[in-house]
């Protein structure tokens, strides 16, 4: 055990209702877990197989509302409270209070480390347990907004079940984010994170397998031809089997799927407040 922060785990996106969510992802062509709660708080996961479980990691898209203020532990209201989209990168670690332990060394405020978990009833009737424990920073810390968990059941995430996707998506590659200033934005994510960020516009924070990438707003616009000023995190990059069966399949419900180069991607407004890029992907490549 050690107080590393091992990868980016996944992408935690602020949505009105869970429930309603994971059907406009599933119209997608995604697999979507079943509706689940926590105090003050109900999801939906787009989970993905390609990661490497037994090392504690997972690779998912997580559709969160926001159900009480009251009863759901700070600062998730107030986290959950500024509109809808993409709101945390999620990181992975190895030992939450070790973590948490050297987080506070280095002048992050944090709270205490929560051990939580949830069931899913799936549709056969079986019903899992995924436990695990999270660590919830104060807000106002970091240029884009970022917790810690520990998985203690990872092996629920990448369920063929859950992992099958008819658009064939196996993967988040990347968080895509805008600032005006991205080399000093990565300053960071690399001292706390402890990793190296490579490039200049954008900065790309690689951890294990998944990459912060942080765009100025004239960049963002270049690369994707979407207008961008303010900061914050906008979305993510997916990798798929096969592109033209991910374009197919997400084209097919009516939603406008935009080429570019190496793939396609969907507006935000069409996916939960959050762009969706989707590439080529090689199963076990990084």
């Not at 993905?48 to 159900?67: H, K, P, S, V």
């Not at 190895?94 to 050297?102: I, K």
């Not at 200033?181 to 200049?200: D, I, L, S, V």
């Amino acid at each position: 055990m050690s107080d590393r922060i091992l990868d980016i785990d996944h992408l935690m996106i602020h949505v009105p209702d869970a429930g309603k969510a994971g059907e406009a992802f599933a119209s997608l062509g995604f697999t979507v877990t079943p509706l689940s709660a926590m105090p003050g708080l109900a999801n939906r996961l787009v989970c993905f197989r390609d990661t490497n479980a037994q090392a504690g990691l997972c690779n998912y898209i997580e559709l969160m509302g926001l159900t009480d203020a009251n009863t759901a532990p700070p600062p998730m209201p107030e986290l959950l409270g500024s509109g809808f989209g993409p709101v945390s990168t999620v990181m992975s670690v190895d030992d939450a209070e070790a973590v948490r332990e050297r987080l506070m060394a280095e002048g992050i405020r944090l709270g205490p480390v929560l051990n939580l978990e949830r069931d899913w009833q799936l549709p056969s009737g079986e019903v899992i347990t995924p436990a695990f424990a999270v660590a919830i920073p104060e807000l106002g810390q970091a240029p884009f907004y970022w917790n810690y968990c520990k998985h203690k059941t990872p092996q629920h995430y990448v369920r063929k079940d859950l992992t099958h996707h008819a658009n064939g998506i196996q993967r988040l590659n990347a968080v895509v984010t805008v600032h005006d200033a991205p080399m000093q934005a990565a300053q960071h994510y690399t001292r706390h994170w402890n990793t190296t960020a490579t490039g200049k516009d954008p900065v790309s924070v690689k951890m294990a397998t998944v990459a912060l990438e942080i765009y100025t707003p004239a960049a963002f616009e270049r690369t994707f031809g979407l207008q961008r000023k303010e900061s914050g995190l906008i979305g993510i990059r997916l990798g798929a089997t096969d592109i033209a069966v991910a374009r197919e399949a997400m084209s097919r419900n009516g939603i406008d799927v935009i080429d570019i180069e190496g793939g396609f991607l969907i507006r935000p407004e069409q996916a939960a407040g959050t762009l969706l890029i989707t590439e080529q992907h090689h199963a076990g490549a990084q």
